[in-house]
């Protein structure tokens, strides 16, 4: 592939695997992923972002995982496993919403299934599926051992969060770490062998990805879970008092998402303890990422210039303050340790000047969304003609309306100014939107599919600062009208946007 993905045009189109169609209740590495990819070949896009990979926690959110480098055990196909006969297909029947992830449903039947396939493996592996397992987890031995131990704990004491286990197992005694091992040896092996899977799959579809002239960028949270593998492994890392509770947690102060801001709930990073140990959590938490992934997006970026910082018995965000993040030095310590970062920096929201000069230093392209674009004038720096090339446009994100959602709702000046500047009465909004977008100097266009299609604002991914009916939008095929794959195909090639991958 090309050396620095970042610096020819490209377009691309955003889709987290869980909204793939599939028969098991949600989207997965299953054949109609590969399918998605052949898709995008066809609509002469180079790009597919999803959001993020990782294990999700509460509200079933990707973005606040149980693990900064495991996988999600919900995005295992189960086809791979029925073609090895760890798994008859007879066990796979269920009956789900094509259009909804139930998570309620899903998740507890696709548990039970992979026990089952765990179960299949160890009695009808061959030796070299065994070795290519064990090859597998000495490989990833430096996140897995905590992550399997930390899960077959949690299955032991659930719902009781790590910090309320038996005092040596949460404050990671030595001997009762052991003792835990072995008494927990066999869980720890099926969460080895999930995580092991999702890693076959998931490379599996990269490597067509890239067959396909398809690079994949990924997305990795600024933070991670109070309640994760990471937080109970390096307690030292983050503001935690002597229980193992925080004292303060993430978020952002209100904007345009929400009056009272939005209180997250993640543990914050300790940045001189990081800083001490010469950040070398995050220099593996990336190095695993770009493996996964040919680019990554880092969300919240503006966290590492400054972040906000609310008491944990705050109830909203409101309250809070600024605190100074790591600033340049991280930075180079990845370089340092990692070369060129293929890095696409989310900053969004209320960005100062510290945050842009930031980015600027270190080369990150930074985003622009078109629906923010038409609350002021033609000054706006979200409108086109203000871009800089090391930018990445996006119609917009997982966490804004779809484009017709947006027409919908928008303010009476906000749609006349689209009227005015996108030449359009309405009914193609979507394109042209998209054509603004990939018309533009940035480098690199993204949309949502929901944007392609032309589907309003019921097919929403994400409203922020909720915790209802978000996460669970799925797509059809039949929704997939030639006309605007070759629409999406016409308009890539008409912006010079066909990146040629070279080996």
Not at 57 to 63: E, R
Not at 331 to 356: K, N, S, W
Not at 395 to 408: C, S
Not at 435 to 457: E, F, H, K
């Amino acid at each position: 592939m090309v050396d620095s993905p970042l610096k020819q045009r490209r377009a691309g189109v955003v889709l987290h695997p869980t909204s793939l169609p599939g028969p098991h209740g949600s989207g997965d590495f299953g054949p109609n992923a590969f399918r998605f990819v052949d898709w995008l070949h066809s609509a002469r896009q180079t790009l597919w972002q999803t959001l993020p990979l990782g294990p999700v926690g509460p509200g079933h959110s990707p973005y606040m995982g149980s693990s900064a480098f495991a996988g999600n055990p919900y995005l295992i196909a189960f086809e791979p496993m029925v073609e090895r006969g760890w798994i008859d297909a007879g066990h796979l029947q269920g009956e789900f919403d094509a259009l909804h992830v139930s998570y309620q449903d899903v998740v507890p039947w696709r548990m039970q299934r992979l026990r089952e396939v765990f179960a299949g493996f160890v009695k009808h592996s061959q030796a070299t599926e065994q070795q290519a397992f064990y090859a597998w987890a000495q490989s990833q031995q430096a996140w897995l051992d905590d992550y399997t131990l930390f899960m077959a704990l949690d299955n032991r004491y659930s719902p009781a969060l790590w910090p309320d286990w038996p005092p040596e197992l949460a404050h990671r005694d030595p001997v009762a770490m052991v003792k835990a091992r072995l008494e927990h040896a066999s869980e720890i092996d099926f969460w080895c062998f999930v995580q092991w899977q999702f890693d076959v799959q998931w490379q599996a579809i990269k490597n067509y990805a890239h067959q396909k002239q398809v690079l994949l960028v990924g997305d990795l949270p600024i933070f991670v879970a109070h309640h994760s593998a990471d937080c109970w492994a390096r307690p030292d890392l983050y503001v935690l008092d002597q229980a193992g509770q925080p004292t303060v947690v993430a978020g952002v102060p209100p904007d345009f998402f929400s009056d009272t801001g939005q209180r997250w709930g993640n543990p914050l990073y300790d940045w001189a303890a990081m800083k001490r140990d010469g950040y070398r959590w995050w220099i593996e938490r990336v190095r695993r990422q770009l493996t996964l992934a040919d680019i990554v997006r880092i969300d919240h970026f503006r966290g590492f210039a400054d972040y906000w910082e609310i008491p944990a018995d705050e109830p909203t965000a409101a309250r809070g303050r600024w605190q100074p993040g790591p600033g340049d030095s991280i930075f180079a310590a990845l370089t340092q340790a990692l070369g060129g970062l293929p890095i696409i920096a989310e900053d969004l929201g209320i960005i100062t000047p510290e945050v842009t000069a930031l980015r600027e230093r270190i080369g990150f392209p930074g985003m622009k969304v078109l629906q923010f674009a038409f609350s002021g004038d033609e000054s706006h720096v979200f409108l086109p003609p203000n871009y800089e090339t090391n930018t990445v446009v996006y119609t917009g994100t997982h966490d804004n309306d779809t484009v017709h959602g947006w027409w919908a709702t928008c303010s009476a000046q906000e749609r006349d100014f689209a009227k005015y500047y996108l030449h359009t009465d309405g009914s193609d909004v979507h394109w042209a939107m998209l054509r603004a977008g990939a018309m533009s100097v940035a480098c690199i266009s993204l949309c949502q599919l929901q944007d392609v299609l032309g589907l309003d604002g019921t097919h929403r991914m994400n409203t922020p600062g909720t915790m209802t009916d978000c996460w669970t939008w799925r797509f059809s095929w039949d929704w997939i009208d030639p006309e605007a794959t070759q629409q999406l195909a016409a308009l890539t090639v008409q912006s010079e946007r066909v990146a040629v991958a070279t080996n």
